[in-house]
């Protein structure tokens, strides 16, 4: 069934190409608004309730033949409406549906604070499209937050831990970083800071914000290496300001991690070649990597360590290596890292067509370039590394054919000779870099 939103659009489009003059400047804009009046309201409310919101906000409470909202949000405004009230359905998905069935009617969906900040404004947006919703914000929990303790916004990172693993932290684990950490519920600042402790980050200062703007609201301070004081609300924020101890194992935010941070069984690009590569393979925000016989994981972990958007999908053979990448992209903090057993070249479905291929790990074997190239979007990269006399054939044999550039990079490091010391020769790497036109 088609969208009411994409009906209307189709129909202005009609309208469009009938119109004898042809003149689209005189026709309301498809992308932002098709006149349609709008239906949905999505409220910011706080745990000041009801009485802290406008009157505008207040009267579409008021009039609602239907109301959506968390629990805690529908206990804020009893008695102030006679709609019918819906707790969030689990799953999510589900809410869509029990809206749909009300379009065209008055319907209030709560949220908190402001919604458009990790909240449900831009599922409902994606859903039903701008036009349909009146959108009345309230205060973010960052904003009261930052009030709180005086905290400029755009100095902290926020990192949301709900429904997400406390791996997410270790890329914002940075000497004197502020943190602002939203809470899945009370159990949150304690695992937070068992987790700061683990890593060497104990003497850190945790702010537990309770309740914001409630009558029960709260702030403690204490180090993450303190016992967390009982009770925790379920409502809750941690602000974090991080102090690295001596030995703190935190990730810099270099290209070319040492080897140790990652678990291996020798199947690794190494320190100096990998940050070679990450260059050559330039991620940009939001794109996509494909590391065909990803190995240990690292160019997949260091590609998405770069920007949060990122994205890797690694393939790898071998089952135990499979699982180690896993671990290791949990270990640094990049968890969606997606990883598939199989043996290449193989076909790859699934997968989002990439900005970027890494082929580390067979090279020389047949199809194996070929599964990369063709995948590439126009103006998308590929970087293939060989240390074989076979890979760096197969590499000259692409380059032949697509173009590009090929290179050969040398490193050298110190090693004792029996009682002295002097630089022994690695492996040269031959790498070919290309760009798909």
């Known amino acids: 069934m088609i969208a009411p939103r994409l009906q209307r659009l189709a129909k202005l489009a009609c309208l469009a190409r009938s119109s004898k003059d042809q003149d689209l400047h005189r026709l309301p804009s498809l992308a932002f608004h ?19 919101l406008s009157r505008q906000a207040q009267r579409a409470i008021a009039e609602a033949c239907f109301i959506m909202g968390g629990r805690r949000h529908l206990a804020l405004i009893e008695g102030k409406s006679h709609a019918e009230q819906q707790c969030w359905p689990s799953p999510y998905a589900q809410a869509m549906q029990m809206l749909e069935r009300y379009e065209g009617r008055k319907v209030v969906v709560l949220a908190s604070g402001d919604p458009f900040f990790f909240g449900a404004g831009t599922q409902l947006v994606t859903h039903f499209g701008r036009e349909a919703m009146n959108v009345l914000p309230g205060r973010s929990c960052l904003t009261a937050a930052c009030a709180r303790l005086g905290w400029s916004a755009q100095d902290i990172s926020v990192v949301s831990l709900c429904g997400r693993p406390l791996s997410h932290l270790v890329p914002h684990l940075q000497p004197n970083a502020r943190l602002m950490l939203l809470s899945a519920d009370e159990t949150t600042p304690a695992r937070v800071a068992a987790f700061l402790t683990e890593r060497g980050c104990g003497q850190s200062r945790l702010h537990l914000l309770e309740a914001l ?26 602000a974090v300001e991080i102090v690295a101890e001596a030995g703190a194992r935190l990730v810099p935010l270099s290209s070319g991690l040492p080897d140790d941070f990652f678990e291996h069984d020798g199947q690794i690009t190494k320190q100096e070649i990998r940050a070679v590569t990450l260059s050559a393979l330039a991620p940009h925000p939001g794109q996509v990597l494909w590391d065909l016989g990803a190995g240990s994981g690292s160019i997949s972990i260091e590609w998405m360590l770069r920007h949060p958007a990122n994205r890797t999908f690694a393939v790898e053979r071998n089952a135990a290596r499979a699982a180690r990448i896993q671990r290791n992209a949990e270990t640094l903090g990049v968890p969606e890292l997606h990883v598939e057993q199989q043996a290449l070249p193989c076909a790859l479905p699934g997968f989002p067509p990439p900005d970027a291929v890494f082929v580390g790990g067979g090279v020389g074997v047949p199809g194996v370039l070929e599964t990369g190239w063709s995948a590439l979007k126009p103006g998308g990269r590929l970087v293939a590394n060989a240390v074989t006399l076979e890979g760096e054939q197969r590499l000259f044999q692409a380059f032949q054919a697509w173009g590009g550039a090929l290179s050969r990079i040398g490193v050298e490091r110190l090693g004792p000779i029996g009682n002295v010391f002097g630089f022994r020769p690695a492996m040269t790497v031959t790498q070919y870099q290309a760009v798909k036109t």
């Open 34 to 52: 098709s006149g349609a009046t709008p239906w949905l309201t999505l409220i910011g409310l706080g745990e000041d309730g009801f009485e802290a």
């Open 213 to 238: 703007d409630g009558p029960r609201e709260s702030l403690r301070t204490l180090r993450a290496c303190e016992a967390m004081p009982e009770p925790v609300a379920r409502l809750n924020m941690v």
